[in-house]
Each structure stands twice: as C-alpha cells, then as structure tokens.
C-alpha cells in the first residue's frame, strides 16, 4: 500500500448457514486441484465435508486465519485428496519408481520416513507413504498472463535502463478495487497521475483473481508514486496485489500472476532478481507493506 494510506474498512461478512446451494461434485481425480467458489448459506466446515476434507485443512490449504471469516464470492482451492499407506519395498525397486507408481514425489517420500539417502533402500523395507500428494508444477510463463494482457503490457516501448527496481505492494484492504484506487490516489492523495502503481493483481473480491491490470503509468512509461521517495519512485515499478497479507495470503491465481508478470517484466526491463523488492525492503521510512504473511521469494521461487 502506499505509504500512510489509512487501513480500510474491514468489513469481512459472515457467512450465515441458509440453504446452500447445491454443488455437485464427482470426485477428483488423485493430483489434481479444484476450485470451489463459496455460495450464500455455504461456511467453511459444509464445503470441507463436501470435499472430504477437514475444515482446519481447507483453511489452511487456502491461507485462512480464521475460518469463520470466508466471503460469498471468495475462491477455494481444494486439495487433491490423500491417503497415508505402507508399503513394503520388493526387489528390484528404487525410490523414484515407487514415487512415480503412488502419484507422489521421492523428496517426499524421503522426508517422511527419514532417509537421507534415497539409493539406500531396501526390500522388505516398509515405507509411510503419502499417495497423491505430486502436484503438478504450472510453469508461470508468459503465457500464464492472458493474451489481451500480455499485448498491454508488451505495447509500451521502454527506453533502455529505464527501471531499476520492481517493488511490491499489497492494497492492505482485500475489498478494493481498481477505481476506488483509482479515485483515492487521484482525488485523496490529489496524485495527478492517478492510480500510483503500473500494475494490480486482482484478488477474487472486487477485481477478478489474479487479473493483472495494466496501469496508466505503466503505458505511458512514468514515474510511480507509491515510494516515499521522489528518486525511488522515479525509477521502480510498482506492483500491487489487492489484499491484506498481515491476515491472509495471496491467492494461487495471484501469486502465479505475479510470478509470471516479474518474469515477463525482468525480461523486458533488465531488473535483475536482486532488485526485485518489498515495499518494506526498499522504502526509506518503515512500512509494514506487504505485511508479514508475504513471502516474495517464496512465491517467485515456486
Ligand atoms: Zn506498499
């Protein structure tokens, strides 16, 4: 967020047990994700039974704190389902091939029976395993980003050695939206340029999830204002994820859209890894910005 911007309004609705609409579901085939979009009347705990899930292991599979605070509209990642098994190691069997047979990784498998050395098996050797717990990487690529979006973002010309640094912003309120950021910077904080950062990643609320925005200031090539510091701004990409990441995490959509969006910007800027930053990490007065629950390397290392 920009620096002394008042926190919003908090306002996080209840969801009230009505008649739930009814979502069928078939079943899910092992390592693959689904998303649930909450209904009206729907709390966590009905949509993790739905799911066979446990409603702790929902909230936190999609960074929930506090599992009584969920949103009509809000998006759910639902967990590929697992199962604990043991299994006996035969002859002629190796770490990986197991790995492969059960749908799951022989990291994992390693790690959860205390091997150090994945060579080192034995048959008859009885192994805790995990089935179904591979997740298939999505690659963020360019291709990642929309095509409309990509063709926006790619359209300005830049000038060679124009930025030097990437920084990221969360909105500190998950219920923004792009014109009513709009309007503040513009009318509040009276920025004639209005919107203070070239991009924003919608978090599901009131922006699509994961939707990157391309900003004014990003297709005329200017200065941001989202820096305390006039040569900072000058020079530093601004990138905002709708959200309040000292409560939740970003969403999957928008930690890949961000993935993705620094990957096509470092390729097209030059900015190296380094210099891709916080807010807090690079803002000369002391910012909680993009609050503690965001882990920058985390995201763009996955
Ligand atoms: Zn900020």
């Given amino acids: 967020m920009l620096m002394f911007l008042a926190r919003g309004n908090r306002r996080t609705g209840r969801v009230v047990v009505m008649a739930a609409a009814a979502i069928l579901w078939f079943g899910q085939a092992l390592g693959q994700a689904a998303t649930h979009t909450i209904q009206r009347g729907e709390t966590l705990g009905v949509i993790a039974k739905k799911y ?10 999609n960074g929930i704190a506090n599992p009584h605070r969920v949103k009509v509209g809000q998006k759910l990642t639902i967990p590929a389902k697992t199962s604990t098994i043991t299994y006996t190691v035969r002859k002629g069997d ?23 050395n994945p060579n080192a ?10 089935v179904g717990s591979a997740t298939k990487k999505t690659k963020p690529k360019p291709s990642a980003i929309a095509g409309s979006t990509l063709r926006e973002i790619n359209r300005p ?14 909105s500190a309120d998950s219920n923004n939206s792009i014109r009513g950021m709009e ?5 509040v904080r009276r920025m004639e340029n209005g919107l203070a950062y070239h991009f924003v990643i919608g978090n599901g609320v009131k922006t699509t999830d994961g939707k990157i925005y391309v900003g004014d200031r990003w297709k005329r090539q200017i200065r941001g204002g989202h820096l305390a510091s006039s040569a900072l701004n000058e020079v530093a990409i601004g990138i905002c994820l709708v959200g309040n990441f000292e409560k939740t995490l970003p969403t999957a959509k928008q930690r890949t859209s961000l993935k993705a969006l620094v990957s096509l910007l470092r390729n097209r800027t030059g900015v190296p890894y380094s210099q ?14 993009p609050g503690r629950r965001f882990n920058l390397r985390g995201i763009l290392s996955t």
């Fill in 52 to 61: 066979g899930l446990s409603t702790t292991a929902l909230a936190a599979h």
């Fill in 94 to 116: 190796t770490l990986s091939s197991i790995a492969k047979k059960h749908n799951t990784t022989t990291a994992a498998i390693a790690k959860a029976n205390g091997i150090s």
């Fill in 121 to 130: 098996i034995k048959p008859g050797q009885k192994l805790k395993i995990t």
């Fill in 157 to 170: 010309r830049i000038r060679r050695k124009r930025w030097k640094h990437i920084v990221i912003h969360h």
């Fill in 183 to 187: 309007h503040y910077h513009r009318r």
């Fill in 276 to 289: 891709v930053r916080t807010h807090r990490h690079i803002n000369p007065k002391p910012t909680i910005c």
